[in-house]
Structure formats: C-alpha cells, structure tokens
C-alpha cells in the first residue's frame, strides 16, 4: 500500500497491473510512499520501444541512450498515463521514469516468485526517484 504524504491510500498492484499489459511496458513499479504524488518507474519492451525508434528514424548506441530522447519519454508516457484515466485523481501517476534494464534476482530487485521487492528498488533508483520530486519543488 502506498500512503501519500496527503494521507490518501493507493493500492500500487492493481495499477501497474493495467501499466503492464501496454505492448511497451515490460515492467513498473509505482512509487509514492510518504510523497507529494504517485509516479511510476518502468522499465520499456525495448524490442517494441526500438523498432518503434528505427520507425520514428531515430538512431542511437544503447538503451541508456534512447531512453533519454524527448520523444521516446513523450511516447512512454502517453503509453503508460493514457489508459489510467478513469483513476481517482490522487492515484494516477504524474511522472513517469523510464529504466535501462529490467528488474532482476540476481540484482535483488525480485523475490524468488518474481515480485518486485520495493525497498530494494527505491534504494537502488533513488537517484531516479529523487529526480522525478525535485523537478516538482
């Protein structure tokens, strides 16, 4: 359960649940707890993401690199926010952050049942999570 620093409830797996079905998601993770509002770390389907980039005739040398494209963080989000609409204000998501790689095991990013575990990940992107909040101040 996430808490906002409102007070307002958001149950995370139900909504990354609906982020996840997108053909350009490959995982997410809302976070929130104790912030202003909720966001959303995904990790893209980069075979999806990067013949929709060879489309668009973009070119680039890595992940870390497309990902950082304006368009490609345009798209993302329209992919990721566009289906939530229906949420109650306080749980739609109002920034999204995309990641180079996908949650792992062997990183200690999931359980052995392959749930993601959030306090790992929120040490482990706190630079990326920090981000998302300080361009709100």
């Given at each position: 359960?996430?808490?906002?620093?409102?007070?307002?409830?958001?149950a995370?797996?139900?909504?990354?649940?609906?982020?996840?079905?997108?053909r350009?998601?490959?995982?997410?993770?809302?976070?929130?707890?104790?912030?202003?509002?909720?966001?959303?770390?995904?990790?893209?389907d980069?075979?999806?993401?990067?013949r929709?980039?060879?489309?668009?005739?973009?070119?680039?040398?890595?992940?870390?690199?497309?990902?950082?494209?304006?368009?490609?963080?345009?798209?993302?989000?329209?992919?990721?926010?566009?289906?939530?609409?229906?949420?109650a204000?306080?749980?739609?998501?109002?920034?999204?952050?995309?990641?180079?790689?996908?949650f792992?095991?062997?990183?200690?990013?999931?359980?052995?049942?392959?749930?993601v575990?959030?306090?790992?990940v929120?040490?482990?992107?706190?630079?990326?999570?920090?981000?998302?909040?300080?361009?709100?101040?």
């Amino acid at each position: 359960m996430i808490v906002t620093a409102g007070g307002k409830n958001i149950a995370p797996q139900p909504i990354e649940n609906r982020i996840r079905q997108n053909r350009y998601v490959a995982q997410a993770v809302m976070i929130g707890d104790r912030r202003k509002f909720p966001a959303v770390l995904v990790v893209p389907d980069f075979e999806q993401l990067e013949r929709w980039a060879r489309y668009k005739q973009m070119t680039w040398t890595d992940r870390t690199q497309l990902i950082t494209f304006p368009a490609v963080r345009e798209k993302m989000e329209r992919e990721v926010l566009g289906p939530l609409t229906d949420l109650a204000h306080f749980e739609k998501p109002k920034k999204v952050a995309l990641l180079e790689h996908d949650f792992s095991l062997e990183r200690g990013e999931l359980t052995p049942t392959l749930k993601v575990k959030r306090r790992v990940v929120d040490e482990r992107y706190k630079s990326v999570i920090d981000a998302i909040y300080a361009l709100e101040g």
